[in-house]
């Protein structure tokens, strides 16, 4: 499945389609329908890092008897899977199960001390409600971890006039935190503060003080997906976002790039 670094780009595999399904007959549906493909993404190796990973990652996007989704988890943030439990004409109300991935220290040198941190999983529920080619969502989950703490977030995407086989789309996303979800993203422990400042590295300007995060706007994402079809099952897309972290978020001595940006470049298939 679309892995987290993907975030909000795992909803373009669906927009490749989306724009283009009121050019063509809507045929019978078969039990098992989507696309599958792979992308290549620039984005920061962790949120708030100031070094760049630069990674291929499969999409997914299935749907399994109209009601079972695999692919992007709670309206966009991150992979997971889900069930629709209501899809009425304009409204959609789904139960998520969204995965983040681990965050090794390794992986960027103002993780060193740290410690390595494994997967996890967050339980919740979106609600989408779309109005023409304009979608409002919002969501709420709750970590299976209690430390992982909850989150919401708040979207808008705006399908824009494009040439036949072609597509284009602006997305906005908010995203908001308790205590735990900060401190689970942002927070430095006291022992993790220490060892922190016995391993300088030259990202950390100095000793690092524990900080203890709170509840509030961790972020907000706004995107431009282009695309075009080639064919009727086929698809090549591109995506940049620009993203910036809010309140105590921001603060975090391990958020070194405030304002950040993410692109993607790939192609999906259809069946």
């Known amino acids: 499945m679309i892995l987290h670094h993907l975030k909000r780009a795992s909803l373009l595999a669906p927009l490749a389609w989306g724009a283009l399904e009121a050019q063509s007959p809507a045929p019978a549906r078969p039990f098992v329908t989507g696309q599958l493909g792979i992308f290549v993404l620039s984005t920061q190796a962790y949120p708030g890092s100031s070094e760049r990973w630069v990674v291929p990652l499969p999409a997914i996007d299935l749907r399994i008897a109209q009601r079972i989704y695999v692919g992007s988890g709670a309206a966009g943030v991150s992979g997971g899977a889900g069930v629709y439990l209501v899809e009425r004409g304009a409204l959609a109300w789904s139960a998520d199960l969204t995965l983040v991935p681990n965050r090794p220290e390794e992986r960027a040198d103002a993780l060193a001390g740290m410690g390595d941190r494994g997967w996890g999983a967050y339980a919740g529920t979106?609600?989408?409600?779309r109005a023409g080619a304009l979608q409002a969502s919002v969501s709420a989950a709750?970590?299976?971890e209690g430390r992982m703490g909850s989150f919401a977030t708040a979207g808008l995407a705006l399908r824009l006039?494009?040439?036949r086989w072609w597509f284009a789309q602006l997305?906005?996303?908010?995203?908001?935190g308790d205590d735990e979800n900060?401190?689970?993203?942002?927070?430095v422990t006291p022992a993790q503060a220490v060892r922190m400042s016995s391993r300088p590295v030259p990202s950390r300007a100095g000793p690092v003080e524990a900080y203890a995060p709170g509840a509030g706007l961790r972020e907000w994402r706004g995107s431009l997906t282009v695309g075009r079809a080639l064919g009727t099952r086929l698809a090549v897309s591109a995506i940049g976002?620009?993203?910036r972290f809010e309140g105590d978020?921001?603060?975090s001595p391990l958020t070194l790039d405030r304002t950040?940006?993410?692109?993607?470049v790939g192609a999906t298939w259809r069946f």
């Not at 997305?171 to 908001?176: A, D, E, N, Q």
């Open 260 to 264: 950040s940006w993410e692109a993607g």
């Open 249 to 251: 978020a921001a603060r």
């Open 182 to 187: 900060l401190r689970w993203d942002f927070g």
């Open 241 to 243: 976002t620009l993203l």
């Open 126 to 129: 979106t609600i989408a409600l």
């Open 142 to 144: 709750k970590g299976v």
């Open 171 to 176: 997305g906005g996303l908010t995203v908001f």
């Open 161 to 163: 006039p494009a040439p």
